[in-house]
């Protein structure tokens, strides 16, 4: 019996897992002090003009800077090389960081909707004018930072997190305004813990969505978009691959699908040729970058073969 690990294309484990959230660096720095400032300026806001919604508004700017921060320490220890003790690297951090704004989204909203319902008990006098100068300052800041991270969702998690919170942040400050407004022309100061409930209820299902996929991935989930048996049946098509199994496939972070597999082969093929053959398809027809194929001459393990 022949084992053969190929690592393809010239990539080893600390340099083929960069997340793609490093080249949205400068847009999240951008980002990150935006609404860092805008969010002492709805905390303040929030207090002198004792706006529920307002309030509600600022803990969901919080968590957009907890959600950028995070985002930005992840760049920074993704770019730490593998060691003995971390042999893939710190890859992992982009995953960890869209659980922990999550986590933290579903606090806040919990928090929020509690706070509402004692208003609703309890109505309380809402300064409406402090309440949409300040509403509008988020709107303006939202839709900046929403703009900057925008290019990058689409390739990291913890940049889909914090878009996903900056976006939300942005209806919220419509929601804000809308709720400003009405309250200064009817004396409506209901329409403020009701505005905030909203604000609770959209966020909460788009933060399930963000935390089932970082769960997903931390669990070594198949990729998105990926389909085990459609791989295997590609990899069964190579010319000299008689089996494949023990087949694998996970990623480190958002994406960067990586593929481990036994291959038997025939023994009329060549070993290296056929694990080649295996590796160039997996590339091209999948963008897997890194592939281990152990090949075998026989079936190591019978109880476990999928032809």
Same mark, same amino acid.
């Given at each position: 019996?022949?084992?053969?690990?190929?690592?393809?294309?010239?990539?080893?484990?600390?340099?083929?897992?960069?997340?793609?959230?490093?080249?949205?660096?400068?847009?999240?720095?951008?980002?990150?002090?935006? @609404?860092?400032?805008?969010?002492?300026?709805?905390?303040?806001?929030?207090?002198?003009?004792?706006?529920?919604?307002?309030?509600?508004?600022?803990?969901?700017?919080?968590?957009?800077?907890?959600?950028?921060?995070?985002?930005?320490?992840?760049?920074?220890?993704?770019?730490?090389?593998?060691?003995?003790?971390?042999?893939?690297?710190?890859?992992?951090?982009?995953?960890?960081?869209?659980?922990?704004?999550?986590?933290?989204?579903?606090?806040?909203?919990?928090?929020?909707?509690?706070?509402?319902?004692?208003?609703?008990?309890?109505?309380?006098?809402?300064?409406?004018?402090?309440?949409?100068?300040?509403?509008? =300052?988020?709107?303006?800041?939202?839709?900046?930072?929403?703009?900057?991270?925008?290019?990058?969702?689409?390739?990291?998690?913890?940049?889909?997190?914090?878009?996903?919170?900056?976006?939300?942040?942005?209806?919220?400050?419509?929601?804000?305004?809308?709720?400003?407004? /009405? =309250?200064?022309?009817?004396?409506?100061? #209901?329409?403020?813990?009701? !505005?905030?409930?909203?604000?609770?209820? #959209?966020?909460?299902?788009?933060?399930?969505?963000?935390?089932?996929?970082?769960?997903?991935?931390?669990?070594?989930?198949?990729?998105?978009?990926?389909? !085990?048996?459609?791989?295997?049946? !590609?990899?069964?098509?190579?010319?000299?691959? @008689?089996?494949?199994?023990?087949?694998?496939?996970?990623?480190?972070?958002?994406?960067?699908?990586?593929? @481990?597999?036994?291959?038997?082969?025939?023994?009329?093929?060549?070993?290296?040729?056929?694990?080649?053959?295996?590796? $160039?398809?997996?590339?091209?027809?999948?963008?897997? $970058?890194?592939? @281990?194929?152990?090949?075998?001459?026989?079936?190591?393990?019978?109880?476990? /073969?999928?032809?």
């Amino acid at each position: 019996m022949s084992h053969d690990h190929a690592h393809e294309h010239g990539h080893d484990h600390a340099h083929s897992h960069v997340p793609a959230v490093i080249k949205h660096e400068r847009p999240l720095w951008i980002a990150f002090a935006l @609404t860092f400032v805008v969010l002492l300026v709805e905390v303040a806001g929030g207090l002198l003009s004792n706006s529920l919604a307002l309030l509600s508004d600022a803990a969901h700017m919080m968590t957009d800077v907890a959600a950028l921060g995070v985002s930005l320490f992840a760049v920074r220890m993704s770019r730490r090389p593998a060691d003995a003790q971390r042999s893939y690297g710190y890859a992992r951090m982009e995953a960890i960081g869209a659980l922990i704004n999550s986590s933290l989204l579903f606090v806040v909203a919990g928090y929020i909707l509690w706070e509402a319902l004692q208003r609703f008990r309890t109505p309380q006098e809402v300064a409406s004018l402090g309440m949409l100068v300040v509403a509008v =300052i988020g709107l303006a800041a939202n839709w900046i930072s929403m703009k900057l991270l925008a290019a990058g969702a689409g390739d990291s998690l913890n940049v889909k997190g914090a878009y996903l919170e900056v976006w939300s942040d942005m209806l919220g400050s419509l929601g804000v305004i809308a709720g400003a407004v /009405l =309250i200064h022309f009817t004396g409506w100061t #209901w329409v403020d813990p009701i !505005v905030a409930v909203l604000l609770g209820l #959209w966020v909460l299902p788009r933060t399930w969505v963000l935390l089932r996929q970082a769960v997903h991935v931390l669990m070594q989930g198949v990729p998105a978009g990926m389909d !085990v048996e459609r791989v295997r049946a !590609v990899m069964l098509a190579v010319h000299g691959v @008689t089996a494949v199994h023990d087949l694998h496939i996970w990623a480190l972070g958002s994406k960067e699908p990586i593929l @481990t597999a036994h291959i038997v082969f025939d023994a009329a093929h060549e070993a290296d040729a056929v694990r080649a053959a295996v590796a $160039e398809v997996l590339h091209e027809r999948f963008a897997v $970058e890194h592939a @281990t194929l152990q090949m075998e001459r026989r079936h190591c393990g019978e109880p476990h /073969l999928h032809a």
